[in-house]
């Protein structure tokens, strides 16, 4: 295996790859309105009451604690549950968005039984998970569902990254596979390749990454040794080619600065480049 670069001929680097710092807006309006949710279901149930808020929380309080009423309970439990996946929407966690299932569904099944048996008016957030959330996530797919599932896609978060291929050799154990980057960051790379079989998120590797580095400095051409972990896999070519995200682990100082100078150099000269 040589320490040279395969190719410079690479499609210029897309603006999403090299680093923005705020997230896109359907997703801050997707957590806003869920953080609302509860608080238009209080609002709602005083406007709509005629002993005053003050009895209507005692009553609410103790149906919940002392006549263990099953609905006031799974209400109470919606309105603690909604700020905390509200911040993990905004924050675009994974776990925040089967939690958003969970309590939506809860939270309309609870609704309308209670509506179908006469007990109450259908609430505020009952009209906006069935008319607004819900059916966001199937016509905004791309703005919001799909960043919660692929990290890559969350670019608000990630370092600069050099669209570069570059070899790398990924060993542990009896297990070597000779590939290629298609990109790299001071904190990982993306592993372009078909050969997805034997990897699974979670899987530990020592890695060692080719550069070509300048003649006049031997040391800028040696490889770089690290330890890293796979932390997502893109088994369909969409917007990344099939293949795997390494996060870096243990990685020296020295080497995250070669890195990152490497990957300066590289934007540099994409930036450079003519139209």
């Known amino acids: 295996m040589g320490n040279s670069r395969l190719t410079d001929n690479l499609p210029d680097l897309p603006a999403a790859m090299r680093g923005f ?65 509200a911040l993990g929407l905004y924050r675009v966690r994974l776990w ?11 939270m309309i099944f609870s609704s309308s039984y209670r509506f179908l048996s006469a007990e109450l008016e259908l609430s505020p957030a009952f009209i906006l998970n069935v008319l607004v959330l819900i059916p966001a996530i199937f016509f905004l797919q791309k703005e919001i569902r799909r960043p919660y599932f692929n990290p890559r896609l969350r670019w608000w978060e990630q370092h600069p990254r050099l669209k570069q291929m570059l070899q790398v050799r990924l060993a542990w154990n009896e297990y070597v596979f000779d590939e290629k980057t298609y990109d790299l960051a001071p904190d990982g790379i993306f592993v372009q390749t078909e050969n997805l079989s034997d990897v699974a998120v979670g899987y530990f590797f020592n890695i060692t990454i080719y550069f070509q580095g300048e003649p006049t400095d031997p040391l800028s051409s040696r490889p770089v040794h690290v330890q890293g972990i796979v932390v997502w896999i893109q088994f369909e070519p969409e917007a990344f080619p099939c293949g795997y995200g390494v996060k870096f682990l243990g990685l020296a100082d020295s080497e995250r600065r070669r890195i990152s100078s490497f990957i300066k150099a590289g934007l540099k000269k994409i930036e450079a480049a003519p139209a």
């Open 21 to 85: 710092s705020r997230k896109p807006p359907f997703i801050v309006l997707f957590a806003l309105l869920y953080l609302l949710l509860p608080i238009s279901n209080i609002v709602f149930f005083v406007l709509r009451s005629d002993i005053g808020p003050n009895v209507l929380f005692t009553t609410f309080f103790r149906g919940v604690f002392i006549h263990h009423n099953v609905f006031l309970s799974i209400t109470l439990l919606l309105w603690l549950t909604a700020p905390f996946i």
């Open 96 to 106: 925040a968005w089967y939690g958003f299932i969970g309590h939506a569904t809860l």
